[in-house]
């Protein structure tokens, strides 16, 4: 895993995860939901984050079903109370896999792209699939927000804060945090599963929303990486966050792009 730079320590983090949750977390529940997810499921909830998602989980797969939540830092997941609920620290991009495989969902949001191999990534976890069992993968897309925010000021700093806090990241690998959506279906593709879909999830957010919340936040938060290249003022960095905290302001958020597939009965299908 990468240098990830939003830590659970940071005083608005929850803050921040709460905000993010609050904007994805429905079209979430209707991919899952659509996947037939319920009574005695055994899912994998990769990056867990706040936990909204494993909560949901262990609501809908009952007390005959299991879910595991895994992540970098364990903070936040720790305050969840559910009895068919495990957590564990795990790096999905080099740690063996959980103990208790196979499972019949496996699921991530917004944790792909900040590692530099997704495939693999994505191998692992299909891996931890059994036959039949369903992978769900949602990565983000700026796109919208790069080329079709009409605020001049509020597209540049999000353009360089974004990149900057890339490149911080993953050097020379940098856009692909930012624009990894487009690139899941095929990374999906290629891990041989049937039934391979996608869908993509864009809105108008509104400034002090769940959706300009997180970015915002975001945005305080890296920043710094931005400004001390040289490729942006601070005083430009704070009108854009007032802009995005003004009730006024609205422009479409970043896609989500959601991919999901089965693992054949049999062996894994070939791309």
């Known amino acids: 895993m990468t240098d990830y730079p939003f830590d659970q320590a940071w005083e608005h983090e929850r803050e921040r995860l709460t905000a993010l949750e609050q904007g994805l977390d429905q079209g979430t529940i209707r991919h899952l939901e659509g996947l037939g997810v319920g009574p005695r499921w055994r899912c994998w ?9 494993a909560a949901w989980l262990c609501q809908r797969v009952g007390d005959d079903g299991h879910v595991l939540a895994t992540d970098l830092e364990m903070t936040f997941l720790k305050r969840l109370s ?17 103990e208790g495989s196979p499972f019949d969902l496996v699921h991530a949001r917004w944790v792909l792209e900040w ?11 299909v891996s931890a699939l059994k036959p039949g069992g ?33 490149r911080r990241v993953l050097g020379p690998a940098a856009t692909t945090i930012s624009q990894y959506g487009r690139r899941l279906f095929d990374d999906v593709r290629a891990q ?22 997180s970015l915002r936040l975001a945005m305080q938060k890296t ?4 400004i001390e ?4 003022r601070a005083e430009e960095v704070e009108e854009a966050l007032a802009r995005l905290n003004d009730p006024a302001f609205a422009t479409m958020s970043a896609i989500t792009m959601a991919v999901w597939g089965r693992r054949p009965l049999g062996g894994l299908a070939q791309s």
Not at 115 to 125: G, K, P, S, V
Not at 144 to 159: A, M, N, Q, W, Y
Not at 223 to 226: D, K, L, S, T
Not at 229 to 232: E, V, Y
């Open 134 to 166: 369903w992978l769900l993968a949602e990565a983000s897309d700026f796109v919208p927000l790069f080329h079709g925010c009409e605020s001049d000021i509020v597209r540049k700093v999000v353009t360089a804060v974004v990149l900057g806090t890339a």
């Open 229 to 232: 290249s040289g490729a942006l």
């Open 223 to 226: 920043a710094v990486f931005a």
């Open 192 to 213: 041989g599963l049937l039934d391979v879909e996608s869908l993509g999830r864009v809105e108008m957010m509104r400034g002090g929303g769940p959706h300009c919340t």
């Open 82 to 98: 559910y009895p068919n609920l495990a957590l564990r620290r795990h790096d999905v991009a080099a740690d063996d896999l959980p």
């Open 45 to 53: 909830e990769v990056g867990a984050g706040g936990g909204s998602i």
């Open 115 to 125: 590692i530099r191999d997704r495939r693999r990534a994505l191998a692992r976890m």
